[in-house]
């Protein structure tokens, strides 16, 4: 437990801090969270067969449609995975892999960028690496479901001469390997994005499955600029030892595609890292290495690893910064915001203490989505979370709100809630949020499981108004003078305005900033 002087000395430290974050406008009301399935739970199997699943992978969510991967319990069987669908109102299994040892399939359960994904008229595509004997050597493919549950692969990274045959061509300039693999997938408005080499390709399935076709290559000239593509794989070619299964990301919204790329600016050798938007064939360079962080004294350093969201003209992104920082940018309605940086306070603090996204050397984070109202994502204070000891958070234009954090709720099932993970079809435009969640039980022992809430955001309560009236003034100060020191567990009624769990020092200041303030 936090001592009093420390606490008072930290609450000082943090007045600042807590004075923005009442300045917000909008209140998230507590969400009601349900839980669609959890890892262990019996499905029966196209064919008709009772499994148990072991793993669970990331869900998505469009109109309503909710889908997800799980791998089966089938041993001593080869690996048999399914796609999960509440399309009959029910989840089950809308397809699974074959079960008579003819092939095994494996899905990457945990990588945010393989999670399904949804087109516009409910087909689901989704990447999954299969085996066939006699060679059983794993490749990548993508499976699609069509609405009426039919089943096809629309590609597989072993058939290059069927991907050259379809139109694919690596670039003349910079050559790639002769080795396809398929590392990232979004469908957007009905039409599939891969990425599939190191130097040369960015592709599209058109929604009538036409031909592929190459929508940016190495070599290529970004609009309106003499620079030249030099990678459409973020990460520099010394960077990793195995650079063929990184895996990119991306955004797509209709036939716009926001991506991280690399340039060379002549007569320079070098390569800069970009932010870029992929439309009608054009590549045009929207942030670069180099680049002024607008309100800061800082330049943008890298996108290599950055999380993308976008929705029509709007989008968000990660990006490193000159001092090394990771951020949460968005430009919304042609303005340039940061969302979220290492000296923003959490909403609410994390564990009754103030605390703000750098807590840790952070922030880090996950996966984002967006729709027409809101920013969500997955981050934490930790540089390094890994998947673990994170949170979810929403932003809705104006206010920053914490939704769940690591540790602080208990999930259906008395599951206590440790971190989450989810992709960038996780938001429905009803705003409901679709996540996977790793959770402890009462044995602590590590489970997981899929989940979604719903998110409602009401009016605040006035910033410094403690009796409720819509009024900052005489009354309110003698509440919080009454109980100053009361904590942790204190209330609004008693004085907490921060929601901190303590009266103190912060709570002085809010009121003190809003004293004379009407509301109403």
């Not at 994904?117 to 699609?144: C, K, L, Y």
Request: proline share 7%.
């Amino acid at each position: 437990m936090t001592s009093r002087p420390t606490m008072l000395a930290k609450t000082a430290a943090a007045a600042a801090l807590l004075i923005a974050a009442s300045a917000h406008t909008h209140a998230l009301a507590s969400p009601q969270i349900n839980e669609l399935f959890r890892a262990g739970d019996t499905v029966l199997s196209t064919q008709g067969n009772p499994y148990d699943s072991i793993l669970v992978g990331i869900p998505s969510i469009r109109n309503g449609l909710i889908a997800f991967l799980v791998q089966f319990d089938t041993a001593p069987q080869p690996d048999v995975a399914a796609l999960i669908t509440n399309r009959s109102g029910a989840f089950a299994a809308e397809w699974s892999s074959p079960e008579d040892g003819s092939r095994s399939i494996r899905i990457d359960v945990g990588a945010q960028w393989s999670a399904p994904t949804i087109g516009h008229d409910d087909r689901i595509a989704w990447r999954q690496a299969a085996a066939t004997p006699p060679s059983n050597t794993f490749i990548q493919e993508v499976g699609m479901v069509l609405p009426d549950s039919s089943f096809q692969t629309i590609m597989r990274s072993d058939l290059e001469s069927a991907i050259l045959n379809a139109g694919l061509t690596p670039a003349s300039a910079r050559p790639s390997p002769p080795r396809y693999l398929i590392d990232s997938l979004t469908l957007g408005a009905g039409i599939a994005f891969e990425y599939l080499t190191l130097h040369s390709v960015f592709t599209a399935f058109p929604a009538d499955m036409a031909p592929v076709q190459t929508i940016a290559s190495a070599g290529q000239n970004p609009e309106g600029t003499e620079s030249e593509i030099f990678s459409l794989l973020p990460l520099p070619d010394s960077s990793l030892t195995n650079q063929h299964y990184v895996a990119p990301y991306h955004a797509v919204y209709a036939d716009r595609i926001l991506m991280p790329i690399r340039i060379i600016q002549p007569p320079s050798t070098s390569s800069l890292s970009c932010l870029a938007r992929i439309e009608n064939g054009i590549t045009t360079i929207l942030h670069s290495q180099g680049d002024p962080i607008p309100g800061t004294d800082r330049f943008f350093a890298s996108f290599n690893a950055s999380k993308l969201a976008m929705r029509g003209e709007d989008y968000v992104f990660t990006a490193i910064d000159s001092e090394g920082e990771n951020a949460l940018y968005g430009v919304i309605e042609g303005e340039f915001r940061t969302i979220v940086d290492a000296s923003t306070p959490i909403p609410g603090g994390l564990y009754g203490e103030p605390a703000t996204f750098g807590q840790h050397n952070g922030p880090s984070f996950g996966g984002i989505a967006m729709n027409d109202g809101f920013i969500v994502f997955t981050a934490s204070p930790r540089r390094t979370a890994g998947p673990f000891d994170n949170g979810i958070f929403a932003y809705d234009g104006d206010s920053l709100h914490k939704v769940l954090y690591a540790f602080e709720e208990t999930l259906p099932g008395g599951h206590r809630f440790e971190s989450a993970a989810f992709g960038p079809e996780a938001l429905d435009d009803n705003n409901t949020i679709v996540f996977k969640a790793y959770t402890y039980d009462e044995n602590n022992a590590l489970g997981y499981g899929i989940y979604s809430l719903q998110l409602d955001i009401t009016p605040a309560p006035c910033p410094g108004d403690i009796t409720g009236n819509g009024l900052v003034g005489l009354d309110d100060f003698a509440i919080l003078a009454a109980n100053f020191g009361a904590g942790p567990g204190a209330t609004r009624e008693q004085g907490d305005l921060n929601g901190d769990g303590f009266v103190d020092l912060a709570d002085f200041t809010i009121l003190a900033v809003n004293f004379g303030n009407d509301c109403d």
